[in-house]
């Protein structure tokens, strides 16, 4: 049903493309591509060679000479040369202040041992004042070369890093987000002690006497909020300018953001008033339940200040990270078979967002990771369908990563979105066998091609900061499921180049009721447009990751020239 859908969406506005092409009017336009390879990811003109744009909208497609007489004084005009343009790339779940400020703090995605973060941190402590906090992000026990000399589970103990950082809180934050680690000090301000019960929905990681490690899982990070709150935020209009600024560079033209306040959305929103915020934002109110009952209906906002921002959907998670054994599942872990993972929300607490959702006309999102977090948020959607009646939903699940089977065809029959992270499956193969097994990797982890063959709509994405926000190697990793190894994983599951680009327009657009006005180029579209290095539906399969961001045009406005670095 999304599948029909979709493609008569499509039809109706490239036939208006076409028709414009024939006989554009002689207004100028604001911006003139030619000479270009663009695919339209529109079926009835998938290709054409230029392309015109005025007051933000797409107004001329087709050939050269057939936007040629929009060309005035002050057209701006830039010859593609034959490079490959396409829709603006749609980052369909990620974290948009979270791209921010990661540029902000230690960077530990790439460190290959505990010891190498130890050695960030000393440096960070001597250019740190006594009591200064110390952040960092991305660091994952499952990519480190060895394990550290002394660890539970693959989880290092504080000492190390409590000896060179006395005087500082350090707080560092594994990759997934679903995870944290914390030095003494911190431990020390935050009350943490071997007699701190976990909370609900989260544990900190003990050694056999039952003293904390200094690690936390999944809601046992909000511990350590004493030791966060001496530290002031930065400026978050800093922060979001940041993000832009990567956003761009990387080639996206919107972005799914997965879970910002209510606070936060109004900074945007001045933003946006003032002119400095660019991109499209799609944002996931992430709030408690009494709040999202309060402010809600005042919030919601569709197409704010020429369509930059949106407010109309709501997140919570139901579990946690694969990585982090929060994921909820429904057998134990082959690793940790003491643990199934971790609920995070209780139930009650998902239908009762569901029912806010429904009463507040918001689209549901929900972070499920294990095959049983799929299965509780499926029925749940499922219940609510079926009480609400007709209705055009679109309630998604995002990460959808690791699925029962019998759940698999659920995403289609009851018309729910699966936001997936084509990146996530190639990053996390190494060691997604060890943590589920042989039998369940195979019949359901990162099932891309089972979903898509089934009639699922697949929003793709990259749970930045999780992995970086770049859309290329998560297009690479969702065409060719390669590892950093030189293996492949699970490549049964990998999508055609196509399905790839579509995953990041067109059902971007769709998963954020947008189809209409963006996701693919059309006459009356939003011309947003993302120029790239190389054509990434025709060369070698192994030359995609070189591909570079020529330009990133928002509204018809240049907003990144690689040229102009």
């Given at each position: 049903m999304n599948r029909r859908f979709l493609t008569s969406v499509s039809f109706a506005l490239v036939a208006g493309s076409a028709a414009c092409a024939e006989g554009p009017t002689s207004d100028a336009a604001d911006l003139v591509l030619l000479n270009g390879n663009i695919v339209t990811v529109d079926e009835s003109l998938p290709q054409a060679q230029a392309l015109a744009a005025r007051d933000g909208r797409i107004v001329a497609l087709g050939s050269?000479?057939?936007?040629?007489?929009?060309?005035?004084?002050?057209?701006?005009?830039?010859?593609?040369?034959?490079?490959?343009?396409?829709?603006?790339?749609?980052?369909?779940?990620?974290?948009?202040?979270?791209?921010?400020?990661?540029?902000?703090?230690?960077?530990?995605m790439d460190v290959e041992s505990w010891e190498e973060i130890v050695d960030m941190v000393a440096v960070a402590v001597g250019e740190a004042e006594p009591g200064e906090l110390i952040t960092g992000r991305g660091w994952h026990q499952e990519k480190w070369a060895q394990r550290p000399e002394r660890h539970y589970g693959g989880l290092p103990h504080h000492g190390s890093l409590s000896v060179i950082s006395p005087d500082n809180p350090v707080i560092l934050t594994h990759a997934s987000g679903h995870a944290t680690f914390a030095n003494a000090n911190a431990m020390a301000l935050s009350g943490i002690t071997s007699a701190t019960p976990d909370p609900d929905g989260g544990e900190i990681v003990r050694d056999p006497d039952g003293n904390p490690i200094g690690a936390f899982r999944e809601t046992a990070s909000g511990l350590l909020g004493p030791a966060r709150a001496g530290s002031p935020d930065p400026d978050p209009r800093r922060v979001a300018l940041l993000a832009q600024e990567e956003a761009f560079s990387k080639g996206i033209t919107s972005f799914h953001d997965a879970g910002a306040g209510f606070s936060t959305v109004d900074v945007w929103k001045q933003m946006v008033d003032e002119g400095s915020l660019k991109i499209r934002i799609y944002s996931m109110i992430r709030a408690d339940t009494a709040s999202l009952r309060e402010n809600l209906a005042g919030a919601r906002v569709v197409g704010y200040g020429d369509d930059r921002l949106t407010v109309r959907a709501i997140k919570v998670s139901i579990d946690g990270a694969l990585g982090s054994h929060g994921a909820w599942l429904l057998e134990p872990y082959d690793d940790l078979p003491s643990s199934s993972g971790l609920n995070t929300a209780p139930l009650d607490v998902v239908r009762r967002t569901a029912q806010l959702a429904m009463e507040n006309d918001y689209q549901?999102?929900?972070?499920?990771?294990?095959?049983?977090?799929?299965?509780?948020?499926?029925?749940?959607?499922?219940?609510?369908?079926?009480?609400?009646?007709?209705?055009?939903?679109?309630?998604?699940?995002?990460?959808?990563?690791?699925?029962?089977?019998?759940?698999i065809p659920r995403f289609a029959e009851l018309g729910?979105?699966?936001?997936?992270?084509?990146?996530?499956?190639?990053?996390?193969?190494?060691?997604?066998?060890p943590k589920l097994g042989e039998e369940r990797t195979r019949q359901g982890a990162y099932a891309w091609r089972k979903l898509v063959d089934s009639g699922a709509v697949i929003v793709n994405g990259t749970d930045a900061p999780v992995e970086d926000v770049d859309p290329i190697p998560s297009y690479y990793a969702t065409v060719s499921r390669m590892m950093a190894t030189g293996q492949k994983f699970t490549p049964e599951q990998a999508l055609d180049r196509m399905e790839a680009l579509r995953s990041y327009t067109i059902n971007g657009a769709y998963g954020a009721f947008e189809e209409d006005i963006k996701g693919s180029l059309a006459v009356g579209k939003l011309a947003d447009v993302t120029v790239l290095s190389?054509?990434?539906?025709?060369?070698?399969?192994?030359?995609?990751?070189?591909?570079?961001?020529?330009?990133?045009?928002?509204?018809?406005?240049?907003?990144?020239?690689?040229?102009?670095?």
């Open positions: 050269d000479a057939d936007v040629e007489g929009l060309i005035g004084d002050d057209t701006e005009v830039i010859d593609l040369d034959g490079r490959f343009a396409m829709p603006g790339f749609i980052e369909g779940h990620a974290h948009y202040m979270g791209v921010g400020q990661a540029q902000l703090q230690l960077d530990l549901y999102n929900v972070h499920a990771i294990g095959d049983r977090g799929n299965r509780e948020t499926l029925d749940i959607f499922e219940a609510a369908y079926r009480e609400a009646g007709e209705g055009d939903l679109r309630w998604r699940i995002e990460h959808a990563q690791h699925l029962h089977p019998d759940d729910v979105i699966a936001s997936m992270q084509g990146v996530h499956a190639t990053s996390d193969g190494p060691w997604v066998e190389q054509d990434i539906l025709t060369i070698d399969e192994s030359a995609i990751p070189d591909t570079e961001v020529v330009y990133t045009i928002v509204g018809g406005e240049v907003v990144y020239s690689a040229a102009g670095r």
